[in-house]
């Protein structure tokens, strides 16, 4: 009879025992994979913020909230900003205080609103200073075609291009996307003249048209009677600062307006901060939970050996060889962590989406940030392997055995 077959027989025979190691491994690898891949959704979070602008200015709410929106194109429909602080910021203004807001502090400022929706990319208005950015690692570069002009044009992100076939010429169908309580939408057509691509950045999951674009749809929700200039309303201005010119913008912006103005690279460590804490919490975790159930499956293995004293005994007097014994051992460990990963896995799998839902907001998306199963790959292997390892207290104990003196005390 081979080691195989012996250990199989073996957890037949003893199947409650065998159960009971299955389910409780089967559930630290369930949680150790769900822990590992949430803590890896969480670190790689921000690996598709813009990089370039070092602030951001938009309607007042939390720095991070205004840093994913406005970068990473996460969260809800934004409040609206003023549209005249565009052009307030290129004006020198001196108050009745006697302090003055220098212009030459902003390099350059790109305007954003968000008007409507491709499926689940976001399409946003701007004008030319989109296209004229400083030489940052996620400036705009057209693929193919070229920019979109003042009217029902459109140019789309490299990943929205790749994901829905989408060629220059072709006509793209969006619904307006307007408030953040939108009842109703209505269908946007509008030519595709470009596809561009942004580095990694989250820009290449965007479209992007005019603001005139955006104001037309506004005003056709709203009806012809209402004048243009009401709608001239931003989401988000993109601000790039000369060094030292960060407090003068501040002191206007977060003092004398209704507006928010962050740092991109202050919010970003804030960001890093909290992540890199759940992170580190998260591996923590998944690699106790391993421990465990290596632990839990040591545990039972030295028990089973226990009772088996005798029957060993019997087996190496029938001529089984300890080196037939420790594979048997062997065989016993890895069946039952294949087994526990299987389970586990699925469990895993099952329970991620619904894990995801619970969260909203405090992970990012998985259209965003993918995570998928096969992430859990290494907690799997570990597992295995200690699983394996776990006989080897039996097979110690197994080495220094003396089959004949036990045999003796029949």
């Known amino acids: 009879m081979t080691p195989?077959?012996?250990?199989?027989?073996?957890?037949?025979?003893?199947?409650?025992?065998?159960?009971?190691?299955?389910?409780?491994?089967?559930?630290?690898?369930?949680?150790?994979?769900?822990?590992?891949?949430?803590s890896i959704m969480s670190g790689t979070r921000f690996a598709t913020l813009v990089e370039g602008p070092n602030a951001v200015i938009g309607a007042k709410a939390g720095g991070i909230e205004l840093l994913l929106g406005s970068l990473n194109q996460e969260g809800p429909y934004p409040d609206f900003i003023p549209g005249g602080l565009y052009q307030t910021l290129k004006q020198r203004i001196q108050f009745d205080d006697g302090s003055v807001y220098d212009p030459a502090g902003v390099r350059h400022i790109v305007p954003l609103v968000i008007f409507a929706q491709f499926g689940k990319y976001r399409v946003l208005g701007t004008d030319q200073e989109f296209f004229m950015q400083p030489n940052a690692p996620?400036?705009?570069?057209l693929l193919r075609g070229e920019w979109f002009g003042p009217g029902e044009e459109i140019i789309v992100g490299s990943e929205v291009a790749r994901m829905n076939d989408?060629?220059?010429?072709?006509?793209?169908?969006?619904?307006?996307?307007?408030?953040?309580?939108?009842?109703?939408?209505?269908?946007?057509?509008?030519?595709?003249?470009?596809?561009?691509?942004?580095?990694?950045?989250?820009?290449?999951?965007?479209?992007?048209?005019?603001?005139a674009e955006a104001n037309r749809v506004f005003n056709n929700l709203i009806g012809p009677s209402t004048s243009t200039a009401a709608f001239d309303q931003l989401h988000y201005l993109l601000v790039y600062t000369r060094l030292g010119g960060f407090r003068s913008i501040a002191t206007l912006i977060n003092r004398r307006s209704v507006a928010e103005l962050i740092s991109v690279p202050e919010q970003k460590a804030h960001l890093e901060n909290l992540t890199g804490t759940g992170i580190r919490l998260g591996v923590s975790v998944s690699f106790l939970?391993?421990?465990?159930?290596?632990?839990?499956?040591?545990?039972?293995?030295?028990?089973?050996?226990?009772?088996?004293?005798?029957?060993?005994?019997?087996?190496?007097?029938?001529?089984?060889t300890s080196s037939e014994m420790s594979r048997w051992l062997l065989w016993e460990g890895t069946i039952l962590g294949f087994t526990s990963c299987i389970l586990g896995a699925t469990t895993d799998a099952a329970v991620f989406p619904l894990l995801l839902s619970l969260l909203g907001?405090?992970?990012?998306?998985?259209?965003?940030?993918?995570?998928?199963?096969?992430?859990?790959?290494?907690?799997?292997?570990?597992?295995?392997?200690?699983?394996?390892?776990?006989?080897?207290?039996?097979?110690?104990?197994?080495?220094?055995?003396?089959?004949?003196?036990?045999?003796?005390?029949?």
């Open 361 to 410: 907001s405090a992970l990012p998306s998985p259209d965003v940030v993918p995570s998928h199963i096969y992430y859990s790959a290494p907690f799997w292997i570990a597992t295995l392997f200690g699983t394996t390892l776990a006989v080897i207290i039996p097979l110690f104990q197994l080495s220094r055995q003396d089959a004949h003196s036990l045999l003796k005390g029949l």
């Open 138 to 141: 996620d400036s705009p570069r």
């Open 4 to 38: 195989l077959r012996l250990a199989l027989l073996d957890l037949i025979r003893k199947k409650t025992s065998t159960v009971i190691v299955i389910i409780s491994v089967s559930v630290c690898v369930a949680a150790g994979g769900l822990f590992l891949r949430l």
């Open 289 to 320: 939970i391993l421990l465990l159930a290596g632990l839990s499956v040591t545990g039972v293995m030295v028990s089973r050996f226990d009772g088996m004293r005798m029957q060993m005994a019997v087996l190496k007097a029938l001529g089984f």
């Open 166 to 211: 989408i060629r220059v010429g072709d006509t793209l169908t969006a619904q307006s996307w307007t408030s953040r309580n939108q009842k109703n939408a209505s269908p946007i057509r509008m030519r595709v003249t470009g596809v561009f691509e942004a580095g990694n950045s989250s820009w290449n999951r965007t479209c992007f048209s005019s603001i």
